[in-house]
């Protein structure tokens, strides 16, 4: 009996220790690079106090809304989120929406790649046009410091946090932008989201923030 | 004898906790089986299907560029700026060919110098998402709808069916995605099926995309 008590603390020990080392991972892929030149930069808003709409499983902190949109409940697509965004310009003006569909990435496992989220992007510009952005990000960093330690560990939030989370899919480590329609048809870029947390709400998450939608056009 | 048992714990709780943080599918969407078909050229065609209104998540933008409410939920709006904008923005959830959800699409009508443009991304999370760019009038389904006898603000029962584009071609083309749809290209078409508008002007009947495909040279 005591051998199985020894070996049950043993295997509780190296769980705790691994779990440790983990969560200070240094296998882990780090934030993604802003784009250092853009030629758009779209503002927007937290999806708890700015986004035009918000649909999600009605399980998780953030709930859909406003009332009457329905929740991604089917198993499918349970684990989706889709946010209908205001897009505005350098000074505040609303100048296009976008729908950013989000959902986690299966290539996501926390030894040497962190927590992916995969995020379709469809932007339209009224009178300009339409364009996709493919992106992949890692939030572990952001859980890692930020959120784990306020919702799990109860420490107070430490202030305003910069996130850079977009890791690819290009092999640039930069999102896939592709022109659609108008002004935008046969053009293509990359983009990368960088986001400015100001407020962070101990139950649903950031509820003030200042995000950016970087674009970068290649000349071809 | 128990210093090496608490070892040999420690050692294996150490092990079994890093190869299940590395192997472990701690994502692994519902993978719902493709419902495409070999077409004789070589090509796959795969439809998807939008139920109305039980597949709307959100609409808004210009009631002109599309029958029915102009937004859901009703209070949604554009701000200020938009809110004249030539532009209009559908969430649905959308099914396969067998009635079960598989994804989440977007749909941008967005006005434009030459003409309006249905744009589409539709997610499916467990295999990636497809875009397809359309062509399509301003008003197709509106003028069809009217045409049947439908007058805004009052209900309607019948069936008018539309097919986007200028009725000689397919409505547009499928320019790729991700996952597995990054490698194709193709045609699609839109149609609409319409059987009703309710009296808060929501519409009832089927959006059909029907997508060929192939992959790109």
């Known amino acids: 009996m005591k051998y199985l008590i020894t070996l049950l603390l043993g295997l509780a020990v190296g769980v705790t220790m691994a779990a440790g080392l983990l969560y200070v991972n240094p296998l882990a892929i780090d934030s993604g690079q802003v784009l250092a030149e853009a030629d758009d930069v779209f503002g927007f808003d937290s999806p708890l106090t700015g986004e035009l709409a918000f649909a999600s499983d009605g399980l998780s902190r953030l709930t859909s809304h406003p009332s009457g949109v329905p929740d991604l409940w089917e198993t499918a697509i349970v684990k989706s989120a889709l946010s209908v965004i205001a897009l505005k310009d350098s000074t505040g003006v609303p100048v296009g929406v976008a729908s950013r569909v989000s959902y986690p990435a299966e290539t996501t496992e926390l030894l040497t790649t962190g927590v992916l989220l995969n995020d379709d992007w469809l932007v339209s510009l009224p009178d300009s046009g339409s364009f996709f952005v493919t992106s992949q990000a890692n939030w572990w960093p952001f859980l890692k410091e930020t959120v784990i330690p306020i919702w799990y560990f109860g420490q107070p939030w430490s202030g305003s946090s910069a996130i850079d989370p977009t890791i690819g899919p290009d092999s640039s480590g930069h999102a896939i932008v592709t022109g659609a329609t108008g002004e935008f048809v046969g053009r293509f870029g990359n983009a990368t989201e960088h986001y400015d947390v100001r407020e962070f709400d101990t139950q649903v998450g950031p509820s003030q923030l200042a995000a950016e939608l970087r674009v970068a056009w290649r000349n071809e | 004898m128990l210093k090496a048992t608490f070892i040999g714990g420690l050692i294996l709780g150490f092990a079994a906790t890093l190869s299940a943080a590395g192997f472990y599918p701690w994502v692994d969407h519902l993978r719902v089986e493709s419902r495409t078909q070999v077409l004789p050229n070589g090509g796959r065609q795969e439809n998807f299907f939008i139920r109305l209104p039980v597949d709307q998540i959100a609409t808004v933008g210009s009631a002109e560029l599309a029958p029915g409410a102009a937004a859901f939920p009703a209070d949604l709006a554009l701000p200020e700026p938009l809110a004249d904008?030539?532009?209009?923005?559908?969430?649905?959830?959308?099914?396969?060919?067998?009635?079960?959800?598989?994804?989440?699409?977007?749909?941008?009508?967005?006005?434009?110098?030459?003409?309006?443009?249905?744009?589409?991304?539709?997610?499916?999370?467990?295999?990636?998402?497809?875009?397809?760019?359309?062509?399509?009038?301003?008003?197709?389904?509106?003028?069809?709808?009217?045409?049947?006898?439908?007058?805004a603000g009052t209900p309607w029962d019948g069936t008018v069916e539309v097919s986007l584009g200028d009725g000689n071609t397919r409505t547009g083309i499928l320019v790729g995605g991700s996952g597995e749809f990054t490698p194709l290209t193709g045609t699609f078409l839109e149609r609409w099926q319409i059987t009703g508008v309710d009296a808060a002007g929501r519409l009832q009947g089927t959006i059909e995309l029907n997508t060929t495909s192939s992959l790109a040279q």
Do not use: C, N
Request: charged share 20%; aromatic share 4%; proline share 1%.
């Open chain 2, 85 to 151: 904008a030539s532009i209009r923005v559908d969430h649905f959830k959308v099914r396969d060919a067998m009635g079960e959800v598989v994804g989440v699409g977007s749909r941008h009508h967005v006005g434009l110098a030459d003409g309006a443009a249905a744009v589409w991304s539709i997610s499916l999370p467990s295999r990636g998402a497809v875009q397809l760019v359309g062509r399509t009038g301003s008003d197709q389904i509106s003028s069809a709808l009217a045409r049947a006898g439908y007058v």
